[in-house]
């Protein structure tokens, strides 16, 4: 008789995470969020519809290699304001994550900002938590069909909008707008605008807390950033612990309790869904919901507020709390340091760029008078919002002599060539001669660059 032997259960070594629905809090934090995230899509969606100095405010036109904002025209030549730009993004976020943790991720990052805008729209399609958990376990039905369509409805429409305004950065928004209405939109434009809004929904509408919990590195390298000074979110365990419901008016000393009462809301606002009062944790964007809602139920228990607090792990120890230490000055004195010389740069900078390339044709031409011709051609850049004609001078006292094919005369922004003959007396010498030429705006003489030349003379004749 065969017996047949029951093959062995293989266990999955993936679990499935389950949804997080954040219960929406108000409360003093909740508030400063709401502004930020207002303040942050507002600048996002209405800053390329607002035009300054004839130019749309943000506008990064790659064909023309002009790069315009806030009134400020930059070039490729400006490439070191980027340079500038990358680090002292990186020295704010060192200098901000030492001082208050991570202020970033709560308040600013743009996956928070999106999610919460996300949230808002799924608030006012399906209700509050338990109405949203209560929609997706109900079977399908039309009220279920008609909620979860105006929230897709809603959701779809905003991350296109948000993909629309994206490509709105790089090609004039107004333009775009006619491109789209008139079915005219270029294959990268489109590509573009399809694939940001997509991203949007994705990052904003599904994976949500698993981009801060998986996919952002932020919070794998932020403990190298984090000290006993620095500012976390903390339960404060001594005066919760033990747990435990309780009615109102209660003394939870006398029932051996803490101030904690378990109601677990802490846990339920929680846009990752963990328990702070398990410590300090890698999943935790310090948006400080927790600390809201919290405080809401120690008022209603007659509680002090601040079982879930701001605090410093030296605090935490009852130790002193050092606000300045050394690396938040090295922090500030090099942003400081870096954003001043980076603003003082950009607002003297002269609104002028020009170089003389030598003709490789010919080294040089002995002409009948006896001196000796070089040829180049000047590339000039006019970096201002008016057009200009400028002026070529030798340095005082200098023997040579300019011919210019045309006048040197610009529209605003234009990038142009001019032929340049330079003459040079015959007896001056031999060779290489460096020279220098100034070239100067006719009606602004602070506006002016100096232009290293090297010219080149025939050997001498024994």
């Given at each position: 008789m065969e017996v047949n032997t029951p093959l062995p259960v293989q266990n999955s070594m993936y679990r499935k995470e389950p949804k997080v629905y954040?219960?929406?809090?108000?409360?003093?934090?909740?508030?400063?969020?709401?502004?930020?995230?207002?303040?942050?899509?507002?600048l996002y969606y209405f800053l390329p519809w607002i035009n300054i100095g004839g130019h749309q405010s943000v506008l990064f036109d790659l064909p023309a290699r002009r790069f315009y904002i806030l009134g400020l025209t930059f070039w490729p030549q400006d490439f070191i304001y980027l340079a500038t730009l990358m680090v002292s993004a990186g020295l704010s976020l060192f200098f901000f994550t030492a001082l208050a943790g991570r202020l970033w991720c709560g308040y600013a990052c743009p996956q928070t900002v999106w999610t919460e805008a996300f949230l808002m729209m799924e608030r006012w399609t399906e209700g509050n938590r338990q109405q949203r958990m209560k929609l997706d376990a109900a079977p399908w039905s039309q009220n279920k069909i008609l909620r979860k369509g105006s929230k897709q409805f809603l959701w779809i429409t905003f991350?296109?909008?948000?993909?629309?305004?994206?490509?709105?950065?790089f090609t004039p928004i107004r333009e775009l707008g006619g491109s789209i209405l008139s079915f005219s939109l270029g294959p990268w434009e489109t590509f573009w605008a399809i694939f940001y809004g997509c991203a949007t929904y994705g990052n904003a509408g599904f994976l949500r807390e698993q981009v801060c919990k998986y996919m952002c590195p932020y919070a794998r390298f932020q403990s190298a950033m984090f000290d006993n000074d620095t500012l976390i979110i903390s339960y404060d365990e001594r005066r919760g612990e033990p747990r435990g419901s309780r009615r109102k008016g209660q003394n939870p000393a006398e029932h051996g309790l803490g101030d904690c009462i378990n109601c677990t809301l802490c846990v339920q606002v929680c846009p990752t869904g963990i328990d702070i009062r398990e410590g300090l944790q890698i999943e935790c964007i310090a948006c400080a919901a927790c600390i809201d809602v919290c405080d809401q139920v120690m008022d209603k228990m007659a509680y002090p507020r601040g079982l879930?607090?701001?605090?410093?792990?030296?605090?935490?120890?009852?130790?002193?709390?050092?606000?300045?230490?050394p690396r938040i000055i090295i922090y500030a004195?090099?942003?400081?340091?870096?954003?001043?010389?980076?603003?003082?740069?950009?607002?003297?900078r002269t609104p002028l760029r020009a170089d003389l390339i030598r003709d490789r044709n010919a080294l040089y031409r002995e002409l009948q008078d006896g001196s000796v011709e070089n040829v180049y051609t000047m590339k000039v850049t006019n970096m201002s919002a008016t057009a200009r004609e400028y002026r070529l001078t030798a340095m005082p006292g200098s023997p040579v002599e300019i011919e210019l094919a045309r006048p040197l005369r610009l529209e605003a922004e234009e990038v142009a060539g001019f032929p340049v003959r330079i003459h040079l007396p015959r007896s001056v010498g031999q060779g290489v001669q460096n020279l220098q030429l100034q070239l100067t705006a006719s009606d602004d003489p602070s506006i002016s660059k100096t232009l290293d030349v090297r010219f080149i003379l025939p050997p001498t004749q024994d």
């Open positions: 954040p219960r929406h809090v108000s409360g003093r934090f909740s508030r400063v969020r709401d502004l930020a995230m207002y303040v942050l899509l507002g991350s296109m909008w948000t993909g629309f305004t994206f490509v709105g950065f879930i607090h701001y605090t410093t792990g030296n605090a935490e120890k009852g130790k002193h709390t050092r606000v300045l230490r004195s090099l942003l400081l340091a870096l954003v001043t010389g980076t603003l003082w740069s950009m607002t003297h």
